[in-house]
């Protein structure tokens, strides 16, 4: 664990998982498009988006798909992960009121290079609603042992 309570690629093993679950709210939908731009009506108009096949309002593909990231930051590998890569396939609507259950499975870990592979998944009521892998970068504990190790044996400039 690094001091954020986050895990090191040291800690981390294939098939570990974790689970991060929101309800996403009206606010949560209204909110999302004013700070990305995205006002589609599809999101924001009940009227509109009753005449869409999806037959009422529905939440932004990348709202519900950042629970995953909530996931990440907070669960597995946790505090001090930094995304470098996402992949995403949206497979079914979520709606206002509906909770995400996004869980973060370790499919592979690239020890050498401080990175691991996650597959990612959200679901609603047990229904797969996206579905993806995400590449994370995570710090090391012997690298931070090793670097604190090489910085106390420097000598000290006068």
């Known amino acids: ?15 570990m998982s974790a689970t991060f679950s929101k309800t996403i709210t009206e606010a949560d939908i209204v909110l999302f498009a004013g700070v990305s731009g995205d006002s589609n009506a599809i999101h ?3 009227e509109y988006a ?15 798909a950042s629970v995953i990231s909530a996931a990440v930051a907070n669960r597995l590998p946790g505090p001090g992960a930094i995304y470098l890569n996402q ?5 079914a609507p979520v709606r206002p009121g509906d909770t995400v259950h996004a869980t973060v499975k370790v499919r592979e870990v690239v020890a050498d290079r401080g ?8 679901r ?3 229904v797969m609603v996206i579905d993806g892998e995400a590449l994370v970068k995570v710090d090391s504990s012997a690298r931070r042992a090793a670097k ?3 910085q106390s044996a420097a000598p000290a400039i006068a």
Do not use: W, Y
């Not at 895990?7 to 294939?14: A, K, N, Q, S, T």
């Not at 869409?52 to 932004?60: D, L, N, Q, V, Y």
């Open 87 to 91: 992949q995403l396939n949206f497979l």
């Open 148 to 150: 604190a190790a090489a």
């Open 115 to 122: 990175r691991v592979v996650l597959e990612t998944t959200c």
């Open 50 to 64: 009753a005449t869409t096949p999806f037959k009422g309002r529905i939440a932004h593909g990348m709202l519900s």
């Open 44 to 46: 924001i108009n009940e």
């Open 1 to 15: 664990m690094n001091d954020l309570n986050g895990h090191d690629i040291e800690d981390l093993r294939v098939g």
């Open 124 to 126: 609603v009521k047990g």
